[in-house]
């Protein structure tokens, strides 16, 4: 396999490993990690702060008071150390949106959302994870597969399964760069195959 390998899809760079690795999240085996392990919160855009701000009053009867007395004094995203604007967190780890239900940490944003209580469902960077997009120069983006220990039965089911990371984040995907995009990755990765450079 090339690792040297840039696979390029409009202004969109993508790593090889997102092509080539499997995953799959495994809810009842990671009990939701990611949303509480960690030291910042998720990346969020300055639209998506205001769309979570427009959503509040609908999650934040289920905020813990810990969450809420968080948001009081900082607003629902801060900047990390590298300058990154992330949602805000509670003890230096947990999501201010995060809750606990049997023993697995859900998000409240998409909670809300699945029940039609909000529009907006959750920052796109929690969406797409294991996928991490980093702006380049240029006006390029990259996007690459972050390995993370929590997420080894991913993993594992992905391999079960038969899924690359690509197509269990086709949805995320899509709502990101676009159904058109998709389609082209979907072309760009079958001519890869043909050729044998995947």
Request: charged share 25%; hydrophobic share 40%; net charge negative.
């Amino acid at each position: 396999m090339n690792y040297e390998l840039i696979i390029q899809v409009g202004d969109v760079l993508v790593s090889p490993d997102v092509i080539t690795e499997k995953f799959c999240c495994d809810l009842d085996a990671c009990k939701g990690a990611c949303c509480v392990e960690g030291d910042a919160g998720a990346p969020v855009t300055l639209d998506e702060i205001a769309e979570i701000e427009d959503s509040l009053d609908e999650v934040w009867p289920q905020m813990s008071a810990r969450a809420q007395a968080v948001v009081d004094r900082q607003g629902v995203a801060y900047n990390d150390p590298e300058g990154e604007l992330v949602t805000s967190i509670v003890d230096g780890k947990d999501c201010v949106f995060t809750c606990h239900e049997g023993g697995t940490c859900l998000c409240l944003l998409e909670k809300a959302y699945r029940n039609g209580r909000s529009a907006f469902c959750k920052p796109i960077s929690c969406a797409l994870y294991p996928i991490r997009v980093k702006r380049l120069a240029g006006g390029l983006v990259g996007l690459n597969y972050h390995k993370w220990s929590v997420c080894a039965a991913a993993r594992a089911k992905g391999e079960a399964l038969g899924l690359h990371v690509y197509e269990f984040l086709r949805g995320p995907l899509v709502r990101r760069f676009g159904q058109e995009w998709y389609d082209e990755l979907l072309a760009t990765i079958g001519q890869l195959k043909q050729q044998g450079m995947l």
